[in-house]
């Protein structure tokens, strides 16, 4: 990154704290790049023409360890477009008979992709909660930062969503937004937005939904390139920086959770797995760890791309921190 910033390390060794994993209670697996879309801000790089994709031996080896790791109560799938991995109802219906709750990050769009008809119901009868993204309510806004004519399928899933039973009061089905900034700026406070998001989506489109996660863009990949291109570079990882809170610091999504990639790898968070950045462990795969827990007290590998967890509320893939 070719921003001059404090290292991250620094200033978390500054306020003497120390980012060590704790007991694991989720696993994300991030089942591959492939998606039916290119988003301008995917850290993923993902993509319809992405081959890289999870295998079923890989899943196996999955269901194995999860099985034996009874702390592990959640499953958390993303991708890529995680429904079109061939083995995603597999890993699905599996992690579910484990007793494990399973969250499918969705990019909402993948409903309508041919060979997808079923899976809206699908995730229904597994009772899988949905975490989908929805960055603005206004079409504008979404089309211009997730392709053209994403913003209309978007409402017309959350519709179906909704008629499934999803994002409805006492159904137990799950239905979350994600919410990211459309540029260089931190996001708003988390339960104003999603005050906002409920009452526009309620009152344009009569959608319901549970909560809404606000999101930091990081500075990695796609946006890293948009923001060195568009000159904000510096600019940006000032603002991550002197927007650094201790509290945030203090509850990042790595302390509980492991991140897996398509290919079986072992990392701290899905950031760290996009920049190939290796877990503190001398096991890195999953093909050589005898249990995940094995990970518990091992030191994260943090660097400058951290600061978009900890600025302002914080970031998570459970949105803000505090
Ligand atoms: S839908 Fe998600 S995974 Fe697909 S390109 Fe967009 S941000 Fe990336
Ligand atoms: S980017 Fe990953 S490793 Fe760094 S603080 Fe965030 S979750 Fe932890």
New binding site residues.
């Given amino acids: 990154m070719n921003a001059k910033v404090i290292p991250?390390e620094e200033t978390i060794r500054k306020h003497g704290i120390e980012?060590t994993r704790k007991p694991l209670e989720i696993l994300q697996i991030n089942v591959g790049k492939l998606c039916n879309q290119a988003c301008l801000h995917c850290h993923v790089e993902a993509g319809p023409k992405r081959t890289e994709i999870m295998e079923k031996r890989t899943v196996d080896r999955l269901l194995d360890l999860l099985s034996l790791s009874p702390d592990i109560h959640t499953v958390d799938l993303t991708g890529g477009a995680p429904e079109l991995i061939p083995s995603f109802r597999y890993l699905v219906t599996e992690c579910r008979r484990l007793g494990k709750e399973v969250i499918d990050r969705c990019n909402l769009t993948v409903l309508f992709e041919k060979g997808q008809e079923t899976t809206a119901q699908f995730l229904r009868d597994e009772r899988v909660r949905i975490v989908a993204s929805l960055p603005c309510y206004s079409k504008d806004n979404v089309d211009k930062q997730r392709g053209n004519g994403v913003f209309g399928k978007s409402i017309r899933a959350l519709n179906l969503l909704n008629e499934l039973g999803y994002g409805k009061e006492g159904t137990g089905l799950g239905l979350d937004l994600v919410y990211n900034p459309l540029g260089a700026f931190l996001p708003p406070d988390q339960v104003e937005l999603e005050r906002e998001f409920k009452e526009e989506l309620k009152n344009l489109f009569g959608i319901e939904f549970n909560r809404l996660y606000t999101i930091t863009n990081?500075p990695i990949k796609r946006f890293l390139r948009d923001l060195e291109r568009s000159g904000k570079l510096q600019e940006y990882m000032e603002l991550l920086v002197s927007s650094f809170n201790v509290q945030a610091?203090l509850g990042?999504?790595?302390?509980n959770?492991l991140?897996v990639s398509w290919d079986g790898q072992l990392y701290?968070?899905?950031?760290?797995q996009m920049l190939e950045?290796p877990i503190f462990w001398k096991k890195r795969t999953i093909w050589e760890v005898e249990s995940l827990e094995e990970l518990t007290r091992a030191p994260?590998?943090?660097?400058d791309?951290?600061y978009?967890?900890?600025a302002g509320d914080g970031?998570?893939c459970s949105g803000a921190l505090i």
């Fill in positions: 991250f980012l990081m610091a990042v999504m790595c302390l959770l991140s701290d968070c899905d950031f760290n950045i994260i590998a943090v660097a791309h951290c978009g967890c900890t970031s998570s």
